[in-house]
Nanobody, 124 residues
Framework: QVTLVESGGGLVQAGGSLRLTCAISGRTDYVAAMAWFRQSAGKEREFGSGIRYNGGYTDVAESVKGRFFVSRDNAKNEAYLEMDILKPEDTAVYFC?????????????????WGQGTQVTVSS
């Protein structure tokens, strides 16, 4: 079994930054590509960014491109989401997800493993 745990969420003013961490534990070999999704109140969960196992490829949604940056440290079994120039519309619960394939997927159906989420609130 593999477990993902997000941390680093909180309340931040518009224009500020946050760094989320996704800690991978247990059968870490069950996950390769990692992705970050988010879900705002009353909306469906949406893809934000993803990263290949070796970190050599990333995929970023247009809505956050240039502001959000995904990275990982496989030695620490962690993935990260650096979020800069935050906007009130970035307010959401942020989830990390993983699957065994090498490249990330924008489809949440492709990821069988999810964290519990961490709340990010951006005030105007």
């Amino acid at each position: 079994q593999v477990t993902l745990v997000e941390s680093g969420g909180g309340l931040v003013q518009a224009g500020g930054s946050l760094r989320l961490t996704c800690a991978i534990s247990g059968r870490t070999d069950y996950v390769a590509a990692m992705a970050w999704f988010r879900q705002s109140a009353g909306k469906e969960r949406e893809f934000g960014s993803g990263i290949r196992y070796n970190g050599g490829y990333t995929d970023v949604a247009e809505s956050v491109k240039g502001r959000f940056f995904v990275s990982r440290d496989n030695a620490k079994n962690e993935a990260y989401l650096e979020m800069d120039i935050l906007k009130p519309e970035d307010t959401a619960v942020y989830f990390c997800a993983g699957h065994a394939r090498d490249y990330p997927s924008q489809s949440e159906e492709d990821s069988p493993t999810w964290g519990q989420g961490t709340q990010v609130t951006v005030s105007s």
